[in-house]
């Protein structure tokens, strides 16, 4: 271990071989016979939840990047994910916030609806994301597993590699299309859609409701 850190400097790649697999991680052996480790973390961008072994074979030959070398602890800390693009950063170069794209739906849950996308990276739309007129849970139904969709970028995460996505965005919010059409002292027509102890709700338009307090229905 002595002269390691001059041997082995943190963020170069060096070439090595598996040299064993356990549940945590995978150990690879370097020049001069000392072994570093990849830790289940760093071994693959997205797939986070697989044994190393599903990975990596014993005998491998990889290329790893050195993230810390503490020669008294006797420990070399390495990366295999680090020697590709991070994909994250990738998609967020090729596809920036405001940009639409395809997916497929790979899972609808209770919270929203997770899209597969490039680079084997999923997106998220919740569910108040998916339509301007319908309720959560009725606009969810419409849509099923396996189902090509298009999508916009809402925002991207690199710090927790999470991409928010919408569908509703893809269109103008149509309240905002029909509130642009009135100002403030103009003379509409509506239809009476409810009415309660406190007013009376009314229909603008197919986009906008208002509601009339009782005490504004009449001198």
């Known amino acids: 271990w002595k002269g390691a850190e001059e041997r082995f400097v943190v963020g170069q790649r ?46 491998d ?14 420990r070399i800390s390495l990366g295999l994910k ?5 994909p994250w950063e990738t998609f ?30 999923d997106g998220m739309v919740h569910l ?6 319908k309720s959560p849970e009725a ?19 690199l710090e927790k590699e999470r991409i928010t996505l919408g569908i509703k965005q893809i269109e103008n919010d149509p309240f905002k299309e029909s509130l642009s059409k ?5 003379v509409v027509t509506c239809s009476v859609s409810k009415i309660d102890d406190k007013g009376i709700e009314v229909k603008v338009d197919d986009a906008m409701s208002g509601y009339i307090k009782k005490g504004d229905l009449s001198r």
């Not at 680090?82 to 991070?86: I, R």
């Not at 969810?140 to 995460?157: M, N, P, R, W, Y």
């Not at 009135?182 to 103009?186: A, I, L, P, R, S």
């Open 14 to 59: 060096y070439k090595g071989k598996v040299s064993n697999i356990t549940d945590y991680g995978a150990f690879v052996e370097l020049e001069g016979s000392l072994e570093g480790l990849i830790y289940v973390t760093e071994l693959s961008w997205t797939k986070k939840n697989l044994h190393p072994n599903k990975i990596l074979n014993l005998g």
């Open 61 to 74: 030959e990889v290329e790893v990047v050195v993230l810390e070398v503490e020669p008294t602890k006797r």
């Open 82 to 86: 680090q020697c590709t693009a991070n």
């Open 92 to 121: 967020m170069a090729k596809y920036p916030d405001g940009s639409v794209v395809e997916g497929t739906i790979k899972n609808i849950t209770e919270f929203g609806i997770f899209v597969g996308l490039d680079e084997e990276l």
């Open 128 to 133: 108040n994301d998916i339509s301007w007129d």
């Open 139 to 157: 606009a969810a139904a419409e849509l099923s597993k396996g189902q090509t969709i298009k999508v916009k970028v809402l925002g991207i995460d």
């Open 182 to 186: 009135y100002k403030k002292g103009d």
